[in-house]
């Protein structure tokens, strides 16, 4: 620490140049964070889907529909706890552009299963007793400004009712929300039961099952079990862990991974080029200052630490407050006004925005410092003249 005044003052020394090295820093760490955010979100759930939990759908394809029948032979399979299903509805609210899941489901059910989602015992009860009830996660309520009690128009694309209407009304009776960071609190759930009874178009069939086992090591198990159910039926099934099945759904878009890696890659080799470019400059304008270090008894390895410290010290101070302003813009809320499921910065990545700052610190100050090392203060000081 006794250092850092010298190193704060060669930073000084060219303050554009620095301040332009600085800014370049900050946007590349301000991008890392949105892209990561990004990238959590477009793989919604995968962090906290349950390892005791299944998806079985149709085995061609999820927009494939299942028979409800299904239910109880899946309950008795060896391995099941609990068994529900869901079905896309696929409706509008206003306009296209407002998306957001509308589900049917078994109350009950589908809340005991995920068990992350909080709705108040009483907002429960209410739905139970309104048969055109509904209720919506706390993303979404707080999106369009709802509050319970309000009627909820949804224009059908797929499930018109029986009488011809396309138009759904629903009396919004509860708003759950999560304490788990990442859980998806932007969907809207309304009752099977008045789904079925209203629809015309597909009755007696569901688009999903969801299954939650007793033993998460026996999931695998438990999911061939339910394929060989119904192999060789109508409706054949694929059975398999909610994180594959996230997993999956999220590959359909593209390799999120492999694409964020490819974007920050090229940003940083540019910023890495930038940054040592700025640290090879400044030690060649103080060859002569090197000299006299050395000559008052300053060692190698620690002309070495003040080279590395100067360019670390420039990018964790840069990159901390790319990745700080990062944290406090995407906390605000999701820039899609809520068309992402889920819009937050994981710690794990938080904590690899750490380490590639130190990282990138490291690798701008070493040849700088390797040559500051090498130099002799004979060589030094007749460079100065």
């Not at 309304?190 to 999931?219: C, K, N, P």
């Amino acid at each position: 620490m006794k250092y850092l005044p010298l190193i704060w003052a060669n930073l000084k020394r060219r303050k554009l140049r620095t301040g332009l090295t600085m800014s370049s820093i900050l946007i590349a760490f301000l991008l890392f964070g949105y892209l990561c955010a990004i990238k959590e979100a477009l793989s919604a759930g995968v962090s906290v889907a349950g390892a005791d939990r299944l998806i079985v759908r149709h085995k061609v394809s999820i927009i494939q529909l299942l028979p409800q029948s299904y239910l109880e032979r899946i309950r008795r399979i060896e391995g099941v706890k609990e068994a529900a299903h869901a079905t896309w509805f696929g409706g509008i609210y206003q306009e296209p552009r407002n998306f957001f899941a509308q589900i049917p489901v078994v109350p009950e059910e589908y809340f005991s299963i995920y068990d992350e989602f909080r709705l108040p015992e009483a907002q429960m009860k209410k739905w139970l007793a309104t048969k055109n009830g509904a209720v919506v996660g706390k993303n979404t309520a707080d999106r369009f400004g709802w509050k319970i009690g309000d009627r909820i128009p949804i224009q059908a694309t797929i499930y018109e009712q029986k009488n011809g209407e396309q138009m759904w009304e629903f009396d919004l009776v509860g708003i759950y929300d999560s304490e788990k960071k990442g859980a998806d609190t932007t969907q809207f759930f309304f009752r099977q039961d008045y789904f079925d009874e209203a629809q015309s178009v597909t009755e007696g069939m569901v688009g999903w099952y969801l299954i939650r086992v007793d033993d998460s090591g026996h999931a695998e198990a438990v999911a061939k079990a339910i394929d060989e159910e119904f192999a060789n039926s109508p409706y054949e099934t694929k059975a398999e862990t909610e994180g594959a099945f996230v997993q999956g759904f999220a590959k359909q878009i593209g390799n999120i991974t492999a694409i964020m890696i490819a974007i920050m890659s090229a940003v940083f080799f540019t910023i890495l080029l930038v940054a040592g470019n700025t640290i090879a400059q400044s030690v060649r304008e103080r060859t002569e200052e090197i000299g006299v270090l050395k000559s008052l008894g300053f060692t190698n390895l620690q002309v070495l630490g003040l080279v590395l410290g100067e360019s670390c010290f420039l990018s964790v101070l840069a990159g901390g407050a790319g990745l700080a302003l990062a944290f406090g813009l995407i906390s605000r809320g999701d820039p899609t006004n809520g068309s992402l499921p889920i819009f937050y910065l994981p710690t794990t990545d938080l904590i690899t925005g750490i380490l590639l700052m130190l990282v990138l610190g490291l690798l701008t100050g070493l040849a700088p410092a390797i040559q500051a090392t090498r130099l002799k203060i004979a060589d030094a000081l007749r460079r100065a003249h």
